[in-house]
């Protein structure tokens, strides 16, 4: 069982002991919900101010609802990797999970959904797991937290996982503050969830474009899309279009991106997952610069 304070793991996409595991037996997922306060080079660490800062309550007392974005590590027993975890207004959650490489935090897969909170429980009954290239697995997800701490395990057919984590800093990141587009423009080197590496530009309208940078023949991915900022979070919603030649050829996948500094450095995080309309497969992104 993880507890607040355990240290992230994991050496990075694909090569972390989970997604190794994973993917040698075949598994359509494995969600990573565990979360536990870290350091080093994630964006989680000492000192956040609240799941969502300015709600009531000491730091052992719970919200009234849990928002915001969270930081850790997830554990299926003996595997541990690194997590991102964001709650919107309305419980609707994007929990983005991998290990550490290239420099920043490198997403192999990704569960979403939309709970509900209640006396500083959160529970839900629609969470998919989205891993890799594989279809989504269905799953459920309970939790307990406060202003400072979130505990619990997510349910799925055939495994359980265990989580524990803490708000990313506001020095870091401030959910509160508009989403600013600037903070984005420009060039991003990135890599998709099925390990394809791309180059994104996005401009400053928010429209953004990207096509496989990697050095093998054959038609490439290309992609397109928009990222509009949302009026009361710092966050981006996101509509990616697919080309022919990527793995979700031609398909339209909507969700959310955010971005962080990485605690202690100048270096900027970029985060985008989303989902198709029947929530049976989705893509996410991940990229440092």
């Excluded at 797991?129 to 055939?158: H, K, W």
Aim: glycine share 18%; charged share 15%; hydrophobic share 40%.
């Amino acid at each position: 069982m993880l507890t607040v304070g355990d240290s992230e793991t994991g050496p990075g996409p694909g090569a972390t002991a989970f997604g190794a595991a994973a993917r040698a037996i075949g598994m359509a997922a494995v969600t990573a919900l565990a979360l536990s306060a870290c350091g080093g080079d994630g964006a989680g660490g000492e000192g956040g101010n609240g799941v969502s800062p300015g709600l009531p309550g000491g730091p052992g007392d719970p919200p009234v609802r849990l928002e915001g974005a969270w930081s850790g590590s997830f554990e299926i027993d003996p595997a541990r990797g690194d997590a991102r975890w964001l709650v919107l207004p309305g419980g609707e959650y994007w929990i983005l999970y991998g290990g550490q490489g290239g420099g920043g935090f490198a997403v192999d897969g990704f569960v979403q959904g939309s709970g509900v909170s209640t006396d500083g429980k959160f529970a839900s009954a629609d969470a998919r797991d989205f891993f890799g290239i594989d279809p989504a697995v269905a799953g459920t997800l309970e939790a307990s937290y406060t202003n400072q701490s979130l505990l619990g395990a997510a349910s799925f057919p055939q495994w359980t996982i265990d989580f524990a984590g803490a708000p990313i800093p506001s020095t870091s990141y401030d959910y509160d503050a508009p989403a600013a587009l600037a903070d984005i423009v420009g060039l991003w080197p990135m890599r998709l969830m099925d390990g394809t590496p791309v180059d994104v530009t996005v401009q400053p309208d928010g429209r953004f474009s990207g096509i496989d940078s990697s050095n093998f023949g054959g038609p490439k991915c290309q992609f397109t899309g928009t990222m509009a900022a949302r009026p009361g979070e710092n966050v981006f919603d996101a509509v990616v279009e697919f080309g022919p030649a990527c793995f979700l050829a031609n398909q339209f996948i909507t969700g959310v991106g955010f971005t962080y500094t990485i605690a202690g450095t100048a270096v900027r995080e970029f985060l985008v997952a989303g989902v198709n309309g029947i929530r049976g497969r989705g893509m996410a992104l991940h990229g440092t610069r």
